[in-house]
């Protein structure tokens, strides 16, 4: 167990519909990152956000967005939801803002049929 | 663009052998790096870290080589074991901007008895 949790594990869902993935950090982690894997491919990242705040923006599309609450959980919000987005979604988290050793979650697993 | 690359996207060891997992980076401006291991259904792992002012660093059973001339990164298992099989990243990034990590596409290490 890292210490970084991650609500679903699975998914399965249908075009158009919209899904909230759901990460937790680890204990006294600052900072929450969500990366998204497709199949065979590596990871890209989406979104950084420190202590509540947005700190950095990668290759995330405009019907994704995401958010850190005060208890520093963060929500990845998924809508419109296309074939292509099918895919394991990670969340990791660090200390700080410049930390990278991150450490990742198990993921979820977005299936859309 | 900036991209971060592997060179075998396949890697096949007998156990026992010392397994080397390669990686090149196209961005000079990177100064940090680090290598995940990935196994399946699981998240990224770190394994370890290396930063640009150092040409090599050794962990337990592993070290990362790092030749800045040729943007050339490696991390070198040693007596690999069955339970090394995994997909391995590379992974770099700059410090002093956002914290965000570029992933290679990963090499997948298969431990043959």
């Known amino acids: 167990d890292s210490g970084v949790t991650q609500t679903p594990k699975h998914l399965i869902t249908a075009t158009g519909q919209r899904v909230t993935l759901r990460c937790s950090p680890r204990?006294?982690?600052?900072?929450v990152y969500w990366y998204q894997q497709s199949l065979d491919q590596g990871l890209q990242f989406l979104i950084q956000?420190?202590?509540?705040?947005?700190?950095a923006k990668g290759n995330i599309l405009e019907r994704f967005s995401a958010q850190q609450f005060p208890d520093l959980h963060s929500e990845l919000n998924l809508s419109s939801l296309e074939l292509g987005d099918s895919a394991l979604y990670f969340c990791?988290?660090?200390?700080?803002?410049?930390?990278?050793?991150?450490?990742f979650g198990s993921g979820t697993r977005l299936t859309v049929v | 663009g900036e991209s971060v690359g592997l060179h075998l996207p396949t890697l096949s060891v007998q156990e026992g052998d010392n397994s080397i997992i390669n990686c090149a980076y196209s961005?000079?401006?990177?100064?940090?790096f680090i290598w995940y291991k990935q196994e399946s259904g699981k998240g990224p792992q770190f394994i370890i870290d290396?930063?640009?002012?150092?040409d090599k660093r050794q962990g337990q059973r592993v070290t990362v080589l790092l030749n800045k001339t040729v943007k050339h990164l490696s991390l070198q298992i040693a007596a690999t074991q069955p339970g090394d099989s995994a997909v391995y990243f590379c992974?770099?990034?700059?410090?002093?901007?956002?914290?965000?990590?570029?992933f290679g596409t990963g090499t997948r290490l298969q431990v043959t008895l």
């Open positions: 990791a988290s660090s200390v700080g803002e410049g930390n990278y050793g991150y450490t």
């Open positions: 204990s006294g982690d600052l900072s």
């Open positions: 956000y420190y202590n509540g705040e947005e700190r």
């Open positions: 961005n000079s401006a990177s100064d940090y």
């Open positions: 290396i930063r640009s002012n150092m």
């Open positions: 992974a770099e990034a700059r410090t002093g901007t956002a914290s965000k990590l570029t």
